[in-house]
């Protein structure tokens, strides 16, 4: 009989910001590809599903991902969850999904790219981490 109980495990999380626009994103090594949740704000929510399947690009130089992408009617979260499924993609070579919720009520525009540049600050910061342990997720 096969063994059915969970053996994720995250294997990076991290924060940044405060208040508004703290963001999250937790990462978990499905052992073959990342299962990722970015959520934040004042109202963390599922807004919306990213996939992003890593392939040779087109030009022959490097690598690129072909990127599905599924939102909640009216959520934009998945304009942040594309760039951080597309780039972990394509730099771990491995299939990523990342569920993403970000919300936080009358929004002002500094805010809002606040909340996108921790969004590329965690995504940098995660590569990082993975790589400098050599982590293999596929």
Known sequence: MPDNRLTNFPVWQGQEGE?????????????????GLLTGGGK??????VLA????????????????ITPVPGHKDVDVARTVA????RE????VVVSAGIHTDQLRTEE????ICHCEALTQAALSSLNSRKTKIN
């Not at 208040?19 to 299962?35: A, E, K």
């Open 92 to 95: 771990l070579r491995c299939p």
């Open 112 to 115: 809002l790219r606040e909340i």
């Open 44 to 49: 963390p929510h599922i807004g919306g599903v």
């Open 19 to 35: 208040g508004r626009c703290q963001i999250s994103l937790i990462l978990t090594d499905t052992g073959n590809g990342l299962n």
């Open 53 to 68: 399947v890593p392939r040779p690009s087109l030009s022959g130089k490097g690598w690129s991902a072909d990127v599905y």
């Open 86 to 89: 597309d780039t972990l993609a």
